[in-house]
């Protein structure tokens, strides 16, 4: 009997122990912030067009998000060694561009070497700039805006200026962004995908330790032994990777490659990294945040054309979202920060 | 690590220089190659008509080209066919000077720039030369007249009856535009809704105007947005490109054939798909055959007189019909038209030509 008490009462200690942690890991999540936000925010447009929160547009916002949150992740690893990537953008075209050149040749290519094509040529191109980056030591701004107009120009040159539309794409290759698995369409899969192997990579391997190492203090990581150039060298070249894969994807899912597609989308993957707490200042960045950073830029571009107003308004609009975003994050973020050192034990 | 540095940057100097002669080659074979054959069969009295395109391996401009000497060997003169390898300005103005030595007795020219032709057309001019542009042009001081593609009050007016005959006259509809400052853009849009306000429009209710800004990615997303925020939508029309292209996957992968009508402006390329696939029944471009046609005439009426480039002159282009000059901001142009129309019919002969 008084066994069965005692058992019972480490039940119930056991029990309040685990609730505790709960709250505990609630108020340490730091992106809470952002997280309300993105509910009120979807709230709101619900009530002015009540077809927001169907279940055809929220796998609409998640397939047009998934390109973009691939991008956010690489780009999220770049700004944590304290660089930054203007050139995705145009790596994105050139593998796109190459890829469809390549299917429109041989139509009976299996789709998946038409991906590894687009991640090949991105992946040689992130290559290149982490070459620049690490072994030259130019910085990253200048290397990849300097790069950025070698790509965008080597696209140029390898369409001949030309598009490569629908009909010169086998059904195959444009499946790839309209097909799905248990209703889930292939571009949401592989995104998650994406982030799995990347939590994994940032918070389980030791390479990706040391990336955040290089980023909170570059003469203490290259001191301890960290071999700071392969490690910028690797992320540059995961970064033109994804951008590359990014490029397949967008071709395939808009199903037309032109010299200037994502023009400028670099600046939305920053903004989205940004959003989501990752510091330009190197060393701090979530992944958990970056994909909420993405899917409130993903939510905004499919809720304001359905709210109705003026297109002047708008950008207006975004742009102030975008900053009360930042700032009510910001906020929530230094209340949990002093809840956390009020509750440390000293 | 230097000496290595030493090799990549020798490396990269050979290559720039080995790429700049490839390119000075390139430009004067491609030069040649386009010029040499119809210069060479000089033939004395007969007239001659030049026409100098933006830049070579342009199928638009090989049409564009073809139409103008189709019009100037139907009238029995001789054409001079010329475009530069790359589209700038200064290839032009070579290509006008050689011209001007040639002594031709009209030049159409489609501009790389609006400005920094004038001097050598002005030469042009002076030396005799009858001087006109087509498709994208020249300042009124370096042209005695334009050829214009595009006929805003006609491609407004037709977009809308296009739209009207494809949802069977009654439903709502909704335009997709570029940005909302395009000029172009917004005459068409003025024009199509001058159109509705015809009477026996009554039933068709325009419900928005949204604007994907020619981005493949807001494109989509606003088609995405009209179709859920108006169920009974029953037609879209796109006069742009990309916004046109964009819509036509949207509803694809929707698979709303037939229950959302789609027509606008777009590029036989871009469109072939989604004629083919009845997702879009018909669509408008202007048929750059006709364009340079239309030059053609109008350069052998200005070479003969019958006209001189001024407000209310009127010449008889051909099988086009009889055209009329109109002020055009400080010059004056020509019109070519309805824009034509590409259905499922020929798009497949298009498609591979722009």
Same mark, same amino acid.
């Given at each position: ?68 949150? =691939? ?24 593998? $796109? ?44 701004? =200048? ?9 965008? $120009? ?35 899969? =592989? ?9 994994? &990579? ?22 301890? $032994? ?49 959003? $989501? ?38 950008? &207006? ?30 | ?9 020798? !490396?990269?100097?050979?290559? !720039? ?10 430009? *004067? ?81 489609? %501009? *790389? ?25 020249? *300042? ?7 050829? *214009? ?32 400052? !395009? ?51 029953? %037609? ?27 027509? %606008? ?90």
């Amino acid at each position: 009997m008084k066994q069965a008490a005692t058992n019972s009462a480490a039940l119930q200690g056991a029990g309040h122990d685990k609730s505790g942690s709960l709250s505990a890991n609630i108020a340490k999540f730091r992106e809470l912030g952002l997280l309300l936000f993105i509910v009120i925010l979807s709230v709101g447009v619900q009530l002015r067009n009540p077809s927001f929160l169907t279940w055809e547009n929220i796998s609409d916002i998640a397939t047009n998000t998934a390109i973009l949150s =691939i991008l956010a992740v690489g780009m999220m690893l770049v700004i944590i060694t304290r660089g930054i990537d203007l050139s995705i953008g145009a790596t994105l075209a050139l593998s $796109g561009m190459v890829s469809a050149l390549t299917v429109s040749q041989y139509p009976d290519l299996h789709p998946l070497l038409a991906v590894g094509v687009g991640v090949g040529v991105g992946l040689v191109c992130g290559v290149v700039i982490g070459f620049l980056v690490s072994w030259i030591n130019i910085l990253p701004i =200048i290397a990849t805006l300097g790069m950025m107009n070698v790509f965008r $120009g080597l696209t140029f040159e390898t369409s001949g200026g030309k598009w490569v539309s629908a009909h010169q794409m086998p059904e195959s290759f444009k499946a790839i962004a309209t097909g799905s698995v248990f209703g889930i369409n292939n571009l949401i899969l =592989i995104a998650i995908a994406i982030y799995i192997v990347a939590y994994y &990579f940032v918070s389980h391997t030791r390479t990706g330790r040391r990336v955040y190492a290089i980023g909170s203090n570059p003469e203490s990581a290259e001191i301890s $032994g960290i071999r700071t150039g392969r490690i910028l060298w690797l992320v540059y070249s995961i970064m033109g990777g994804l951008s590359g894969l990014a490029g397949v994807l967008w071709v395939s899912k808009f199903a037309s490659a032109q010299g200037d597609t994502a023009s400028g989308y670099e600046l939305s993957v920053i903004a989205a990294c940004v959003l $989501g707490g990752v510091s330009i200042a190197g060393g701090v960045g979530k992944l958990s945040g970056v994909i909420l950073g993405a899917v409130l830029l993903g939510i905004l571009n499919n809720a304001l054309p359905m709210i109705n107003v003026s297109p002047f308004w708008q950008n &207006f609009i975004q742009g102030s979202i975008i900053l009360i975003a930042v700032l009510v994050n910001a906020l929530v973020k230094r209340g949990i920060d002093r809840n956390n050192l009020m509750r440390r034990k000293i | 690590m230097k000496k290595f540095f030493g090799i990549f940057l020798t !490396a990269v100097m050979l290559v !720039a220089v080995l790429s700049a002669c490839g390119g000075k080659n390139d430009g *004067n074979s491609g030069g040649q190659a386009s010029g040499s054959p119809a210069a060479g069969g000089d033939s004395g009295a007969k007239k001659k008509f030049a026409i100098i395109y933006k830049n070579t391996g342009n199928p638009y401009g090989e049409k564009e080209m073809e139409g103008y000497k189709n019009a100037i060997e139907e009238l029995g003169y001789e054409a001079i066919l010329k475009a530069p390898d790359q589209p700038t300005a200064e290839a032009q103005i070579t290509m006008i000077d050689e011209l001007i030595s040639q002594k031709v007795n009209a030049l159409a020219i489609v %501009g *790389n720039d609006p400005d920094a032709l004038q001097p050598a057309l002005e030469k042009a001019m002076n030396a005799g030369i009858k001087v006109l542009s087509l498709d994208s042009a020249v *300042n009124a001081e370096s042209r005695m007249l334009h050829i *214009n593609q595009a006929d805003p009050e006609r491609i407004g007016r037709t977009l809308v009856q296009g739209i009207v005959e494809m949802i069977g006259g009654s439903g709502e509809i909704a335009i997709l535009s570029a940005t909302s400052q !395009a000029t172009n853009q917004n005459l068409w849009i003025d024009w199509m809704k001058k159109e509705l306000e015809d009477p026996k429009y009554a039933d068709v209710k325009l419900v928005k105007v949204a604007y994907g800004d020619d981005l493949r990615d807001k494109s989509v997303s606003e088609t995405e947005a009209l179709l859920k925020s108006y169920p009974n939508l029953k %037609g879209i029309i796109s006069p742009t490109t990309v916004g046109v292209a964009a819509a036509g996957k949207v509803l694809t992968d929707k698979g709303l054939k037939g229950k959302v009508q789609l027509t %606008g402006l777009g590029l036989p390329s871009e469109m072939a798909e989604y004629i083919q696939s009845g997702i879009c029944q018909w669509m408008y471009l202007w048929n750059p055959l006709d364009v340079g046609y239309l030059s053609g005439y109008a350069a052998d009426a200005l070479v003969n007189g019958t006209i001189t480039g001024a407000v209310g002159d009127k010449f008889t282009a051909g099988k086009l019909g009889e055209k009329e000059i109109i002020a055009d901001g400080d010059g004056t142009q020509v019109m070519l038209g309805d824009p034509f129309k590409f259905d499922a019919s020929n798009i497949a002969e298009w498609k591979d030509v722009y």
